[in-house]
């Protein structure tokens, strides 16, 4: 049995709304599926995926034992001044910098982590 591709587009072309939304049904009804589930699979996908962070916060977790060249990296790392430097290890756990790229971030992490200190980015 051959269908005329042809003869059913010309039979939907003629059908009323109410028609077709009672063909729809049928067909999904008979072959167990529905004619919405592609675009609320999609929809669900993309909203399931979670989002790449772009920005961070890295705070300085621990000082560990070299605190004067934790300190050290500290200044490097914030241009703050001695003193400032170092009430922010002393008052460790304490944000050194927020809003921070990715690679700036890593790259502040590897300095302090190089001196023994340990850091986490958030």
């Not at 009323?16 to 929809?43: H, Q, R, T, W």
């Amino acid at each position: 049995m051959a269908l005329d591709v042809n003869a059913i587009v010309d039979q939907l072309k003629e059908s009323s709304i109410l028609e077709l939304n009672d063909l729809v049904k049928a067909i999904e009804e008979e072959f167990g599926v529905s004619a919405a589930a592609p675009v609320a699979a999609a929809g669900a996908a993309g909203a399931d995926a979670p989002a790449e962070k772009d920005s961070f916060t890295v705070e300085l977790s621990e000082i560990g034992q070299e605190k004067v060249k934790v300190i050290k990296a500290v200044r490097e790392i914030t241009g703050l001044g001695l003193k400032d430097a170092k009430g922010l290890v002393d008052n460790a756990p304490s944000a050194l910098k927020e809003d921070v790229a990715k690679d700036e971030a890593e790259e502040m992490k590897a300095k302090l982590e190089e001196v023994g200190a340990v850091v986490n980015l958030k």
